[in-house]
């Protein structure tokens, strides 16, 4: 517990200005020093500004945390989307992905995650849709018939997959299916998830349910 505190300086941060508040307000209650100027000064951080700093470096740790796959995993119903994507023998997508050191940790966070200015924010936005979901319907689902309704939410972007292949390389060019089929793949028209290229992500994986009428232009 120790070395993970030491290893992540927001939580470090965030232990620090805790007990720092945490021993002022101690000193504050066992001493009863007069109201000076001083004791004030103390009081303001005690009361005021470590809890301040506490929340703020606690909530950007919470934050980091939510990118990492044990959390993805966390819920039952992901257990097997986890369990496929860490595995070191699995040739599924997911998996692929999960063995690159760079974001390997993170894949699910990488892979799913919106890009942009408020890519961040509106990621985790729809996070706290899963969480509705999960605790409304899927909590005490048992995993199988949970494997069965639970479906991507919308067809998989390109646009994802291109902000590390960006289909200008010439590595990538120099796959001929790559190369003809390059301004479908740019617009969307051709899934590089799609069982005839890649391959679906996971070995659960479900084709998105067709759009409802007032999801239709």
Known sequence: MVS???SNPFI???TACAAGSALLLL???LRRPALTHATKLVLLAAIGVLPLATATTGNVAGFEATK???FCGSCHVMTPYRDDSQDPHSTALAARHARNALF??????ACH???G???TVATKLGGLRHIYEYVLHYRNMPLDEARRTIHIRRPFQNATCMHCHSTEG???NAIKEHASLLDRVRGGDVSCASAGCHGPAHPFSKPAPPPTQEQLP
């Open 27 to 29: 000193w504050y209650l």
């Open 117 to 119: 200015m408020f890519g």
């Open 12 to 14: 470090a941060a965030a």
């Open 68 to 70: 990492a796959r044990r």
């Open 170 to 172: 010439p590595s990538w």
């Open 4 to 6: 993970w505190i030491i």
């Open 113 to 115: 995650a919106d890009y």
């Open 104 to 109: 390997g940790e993170d894949n699910c966070y």
